[in-house]
């Protein structure tokens, strides 16, 4: 059984940064693409961030991209996010996924955590 808890939320103002971390319990972590989601209050859930199992290659959503940085720890079973010059549009619950390939449909991934709120305020 997977599963998948996050940690690093929290609330602070626009400009600054927090970092996000991503625990996996399971088999075969190495084995999976992870991914990076957001729920805002009244909006769908949107992909942020994915990353390949060897780290080969990332993707990130336009909104973000120079701003976040996704990174994994196959020694570990963690997955991270830097989040840096947060915006207030960026307030929302975190998620993070894990399937079998890097990709913004969240239909195709297997496992979820319960996700981190992160508010930023201006």
């Known amino acids: 059984q997977v599963q998948l808890v996050e940690s690093g939320g929290g609330s602070v103002q626009a400009g600054d940064s927090l970092r996000l971390s991503c625990t996996f319990s399971g088999r075969h972590f190495s084995a999976y693409a992870v991914a990076w989601f957001r729920q805002a209050p009244g909006k769908e859930r949107e992909f942020v961030s994915a990353?390949?199992?060897?780290?080969?290659?990332?993707y990130y959503a336009d909104s973000v991209k120079g701003r976040f940085t996704i990174a994994r720890d196959n020694a570990k079973n963690t997955v991270s996010m830097e989040m840096n010059s947060l915006k207030p549009e960026d307030t929302a619950v975190y998620y993070c996924?894990?399937?079998?390939?890097?990709?913004?449909?969240?239909?195709?991934?297997?496992?979820w955590g319960k996700g981190t709120q992160v508010t930023v305020s201006s």
């Open positions: 996924a894990v399937g079998p390939i890097p990709t913004s449909d969240r239909l195709k991934y297997n496992w």
């Open positions: 990353l390949t199992r060897g780290s080969g290659s990332v």
